[in-house]
């Protein structure tokens, strides 16, 4: 258990709808980050949060935003979803922001039908 | 545009032997670099990392090499043993504020066969 939780492990969907994946972070880690991992791609970095502001972007999707609550925990919504978003996401959390180090929850499974 | 390829998809070897997993780079602002496991139904868990300012580091049977003139960085597991059977993914990381961002690559399947 790498202390970073994610839920829900899997869920399936249709196109068009909204879902939100929920991260809780390693206790004392400020930072959250949201990778997403298709089908032979590797990690896309999508986007970090420290201590509940956003801190850098990356290949995030205008369909896709997400936050960090004040009591760190992070949640990511997708929204419009396409068969193309199926994917594992992932969420890492680190103690401070541009961490080399990162601890890896174990992903949702997301799959849109 | 990949920044980072790990361009063997797959590599078996046999238990007690040298497994050499190799990462190729284009960004010559990365400073820091990293590799990760992954077992199935898993998330990535840290392995080992090397900083750009320096060419080798070693923990027990992980090595990991940097050439940079090459923009290129391998990691050496001896000697192989069954439960490093994984999905090893490669990454590297440029900026430390707005600018940061820690790019992986697609990964390679390490199958070590007893």
């Known amino acids: 258990d790498s202390g970073v939780t994610q839920t829900p492990k899997h869920l399936i969907t249709a196109t068009g709808q909204r879902v939100t994946l929920r991260c809780s972070p390693r206790?004392?880690?400020?930072?959250v980050y949201w990778y997403q991992q298709s089908l032979d791609q590797g990690l896309q970095f999508l986007i970090q949060?420290?201590?509940?502001?956003?801190?850098a972007k990356g290949n995030i999707l205008e369909r896709f935003s997400a936050q960090q609550f004040p009591d760190l925990h992070s949640e990511l919504n997708l929204s419009s979803l396409e068969l193309g978003d199926s994917a594992l996401y992932f969420c890492?959390?680190?103690?401070?922001?541009?961490?080399?180090?990162?601890?890896f929850g174990a992903g949702s499974r997301l799959t849109v039908l | 545009d990949q920044q980072v390829k790990q361009n063997s998809p797959s590599l078996s070897v046999q238990e007690g032997r040298i497994s050499i997993l190799n990462c190729d780079y284009t960004n010559s602002m990365f400073d820091y670099f990293l590799w990760y496991k992954k077992y199935p139904a898993e998330g990535p868990t840290f392995l080992i990392s090397i900083s750009s300012i320096k060419d080798k580091n070693e923990d027990g049977r992980f090595t990991v090499f940097l050439n940079k003139s090459a923009k290129h960085l391998s990691l050496h597991i001896v000697p192989s043993q069954p439960g490093d059977s994984a999905v090893y993914f490669c990454?590297?990381?440029?900026?430390?504020?707005?600018?940061?961002?820690?790019?992986f690559g697609k990964g390679t399947l390490l199958t070590v066969n007893p």
């Open positions: 949060y420290y201590n509940g502001e956003e801190r």
């Open positions: 206790s004392g880690d400020l930072s």
């Open positions: 890492a959390s680190s103690v401070g922001f541009g961490a080399n180090v990162l601890t």
């Open positions: 990454a590297a990381k440029v900026g430390g504020g707005s600018n940061y961002k820690l790019t």
